[in-house]
């Protein structure tokens, strides 16, 4: 079975210009959430959805930040305008359901940088 | 509400042990552990529920004491592999996981 596919794996661009990431969860996968890690900050929650639905976005940074899931396939981190201080590993992470023993699959990463 | 993960470094040699703590100031319904090397993603190891059931993985097992609100990863004999940061997630209700500070592990031959 294929993993959590996220793309692109490296994305360089220029302060003000935005980025838009995209993740394909494991299929039959419920829930999905988007990371970014960092050294300072570590591993945090961003976003993450339920059947398609935004359930939680307290973790989104601010404005600049939005996210989708326009289907049970797909989903996009955008960022507009983009800062250097965005620069970091975006993962994005899916789940198969609300089951006791379910846990979460991450997807490679995006590594983003921003000039 | 982040979990607190102690200590933040190991350094071992092959064939030694360690353990790695994870403490929450919530009342938890599970703790995931994962293992992510440079440059990766997180891999999962695994999952405790509530109830301080203990699990094992290989020569890694871990522990879950809901009254403490902590959970204690045990690497037994380390090899080489082992090496790479350690995180444990937290959840509170079946729905998300909050990511500890990491506890980074190198060892050496």
């Known amino acids: 079975d294929a993993g959590v596919i996220q793309s692109p794996r490296h994305e360089v661009t220029e302060m003000g210009q935005e980025v838009t990431l995209r993740c394909k969860p494991i299929?039959?996968?419920?829930?999905l959430f988007w990371y970014r890690q960092t050294m300072m900050r570590g591993l945090e929650l961003l976003i993450y959805?339920?059947?398609?639905?935004?359930?939680?976005d307290s973790g989104m940074p601010e404005d600049r930040f939005s996210a989708k899931m326009p289907n049970a396939s797909f989903s996009t981190l955008k960022i507009q305008p983009s800062e250097p201080r965005d620069s970091a590993v975006y993962f994005c992470?899916?789940?198969?359901?609300?089951?006791?023993?379910?846990?979460?699959?991450f997807g490679p990463g995006t590594r983003l940088t921003v000039l | 509400q982040q979990p607190v993960q102690s200590p933040q470094a190991v350094i071992l040699r092959e064939g030694e042990d360690a353990v790695i703590n994870c403490s929450s100031s919530?009342?938890?319904?599970?703790v995931h552990w994962y293992r992510q090397k440079h440059g990766e993603a997180p891999v999962f190891l695994m999952i405790?529920?509530?109830?301080?059931e203990q699990k094992g993985h290989e020569k890694i097992s871990a522990s879950f004491n809901e009254k403490k609100q902590q959970s204690s990863l045990y690497l037994t004999a380390s090899q080489l592999s082992y090496s790479g940061t350690y995180f444990c997630?937290?959840?509170?209700?079946?729905?998300?996981?909050?990511f500890g500070t990491g506890t980074r592990l190198q060892v050496f031959p």
């Open positions: 992470a899916s789940r198969p359901g609300t089951s006791d023993t379910d846990t979460q699959y």
């Open positions: 919530k009342a938890l319904y599970s």
């Open positions: 997630g937290t959840e509170r209700f079946a729905d998300k996981l909050i």
């Open positions: 959805f339920n059947n398609n639905v935004p359930i939680d």
């Open positions: 405790l529920l509530k109830g301080g």
């Open positions: 299929s039959g996968h419920n829930s």
